[in-house]
C-alpha cells in the first residue's frame, strides 16, 4: 500500500514534484545518457488529471454543505440568540479545536479518504485530573473533538473486549514539532516521530 500512496501524492502534487523524483518516473534510456536524460527531465510536462479528478469527485459529494439536523443535540448544532437564552457556538463550529468548520473538516477527510483509500476519524477528549468534579470540567471547557487520520499515518488498529464491550485501539506515528526556547539563536525546529496509542 505505502508504493500506491507515494504514486498517489507524486501524482497530485505535479510537474514540478515528479521532476524532482529523479528516475524514478522517468527512467534513463538504454543509449542515453546522464546529460540527455537531465534535458528530457527539465522538457517533461506532467497533465495532472489525477488532482482534476479528485477535486471533481469530491466537489460533487459536497456540492451541498452538510448540515445538522433538529435531532442532533445542541451542544453540538449550537443555538442563536433568541430573547430568553443566548447564543451557544456548537461544537460543529469549531469541531476540532483548530478553528475548523464541521463541514470542511469532513470534507478533508472525504479528500483523504479518496486518495489514499481510506481515513479514518477519531473522537477525543482531553483527560481530566482524578476526582475532577463536572463543574470544574465544565469550567474548564473539556470537551469532545475530532481528529483525522489518513489511511499512511496509521500503523495498525485491533479491537479487544474491556467489560464485556468490544473497544477498538488506534496506532498511529505522528510527527511532532515543537518550537525553540525565546532565548535560543537557533530557529530550527525539533522534530521526533512517535507512537501514538489511543483507544477509539
Given amino acids: 500500500m505505502e508504493r500506491a500512496w507515494a504514486i498517489m501524492r507524486d501524482t497530485c502534487a505535479g510537474t514540478l514534484h515528479l521532476r524532482d523524483q529523479g528516475s524514478r518516473y522517468l527512467p534513463i534510456e538504454p543509449a542515453e545518457d546522464t546529460c540527455g ?11 495532472n488529471a ?6 471533481g469527485l469530491v466537489g460533487l459529494v459536497f ?22 437564552a443566548s447564543a451557544l457556538e456548537g461544537h460543529w463550529e469549531n469541531i476540532d479545536l483548530a478553528g475548523t468548520h464541521g463541514s470542511v473538516f469532513c470534507k478533508e477527510v472525504f479528500t483523504d479518504a479518496m486518495r489514499y483509500g481510506h481515513a ?9 485530573p482524578e476526582g475532577a468534579t463536572l463543574a470544574a470540567e465544565r469550567q474548564a471547557g473539556r470537551r469532545p473533538y475530532w481528529v483525522s487520520y489518513r489511511a499512511d499515518q496509521i500503523i495498525t488498529w485491533r479491537t479487544t ?6 473497544v477498538s485501539f488506534l496506532e498511529s506515528g505522528l510527527t511532532l514539532v515543537s518550537t525553540v526556547k525565546p532565548d535560543s539563536r537557533n530557529d530550527t525546529l525539533n522534530r521526533s516521530t512517535n507512537l501514538v496509542r489511543r483507544r477509539i
Avoid at 536524460?37 to 517533461?44: H, Q, V
Avoid at 454543505?65 to 430573547?83: F, S
Fill in 120 to 128: 479514518v476519524i477519531l473522537v477525543d477528549m482531553p483527560p481530566m
Fill in 37 to 47: 536524460l537531465e534535458i528530457r527531465r527539465n522538457r517533461a510536462i506532467y497533465f
Fill in 50 to 55: 489525477v488532482e482534476r479528478m479528485l477535486n
Fill in 161 to 166: 473486549v474491556v467489560n464485556g464491550q468490544t
Fill in 63 to 84: 456540492c451541498k454543505e452538510p448540515t445538522l439536523g433538529d435531532e442532533a443535540p445542541e451542544a453540538i448544532r449550537g443555538r442563536e440568540a433568541t430573547e430568553t
